[in-house]
């Protein structure tokens, strides 16, 4: 079994996005602080700003820092998050066309005729 630990990277942007929006909300109320009359204002606002985004993920770090995995077994693919899990057998996936040219009908072993998906077309030169 191979699994893919889909959330390790995003964790590191997300701090690193956090700690960088914190460090300049907190230069901007300093500025703030030291400055005088309508300046102080902008310096404020530029604070509570920059330093919102960056206490967002924080507040909302079971969200955003919780485990996600990809695990591709001998059964199939299945997704692993505490959220919600899914899993897709091979048998299933092996019914599955992808067409960019529009719609088509696939017939399976089964004899029932399915349609392939055709809701979202891709735009003109996305595959070059």
Not at 60 to 69: D, G, L
Not at 75 to 88: A, F, M, Y
Not at 92 to 97: C, D, H, R, S, V
Request: overall charge positive.
């Amino acid at each position: 079994m191979t699994t893919v630990d889909v959330s390790a990277g995003n964790t590191k942007k997300i701090l690193t996005g956090c700690i960088l929006l914190g460090l300049l909300g907190v230069a901007c109320l300093a500025g703030g602080v030291l400055a005088a009359g309508s300046v102080r204002v902008t310096f404020f606002v530029s604070a509570a700003l920059c330093m919102l985004p960056a206490a967002i993920p924080l507040l909302r770090a079971r969200t955003f820092f919780r485990r996600r995995q990809l695990a591709v077994d001998a059964t199939g693919i299945r997704w692993l998050d505490p959220c919600g899990s899914w899993s897709i057998e091979w048998r299933e996936l092996a019914l599955i066309t992808v067409s960019t040219s529009g719609p088509h009908q696939v017939r399976n072993t089964q004899t029932q005729t399915l349609s392939a998906y055709s809701g979202v077309t891709a735009a003109p030169g996305y595959l070059r």
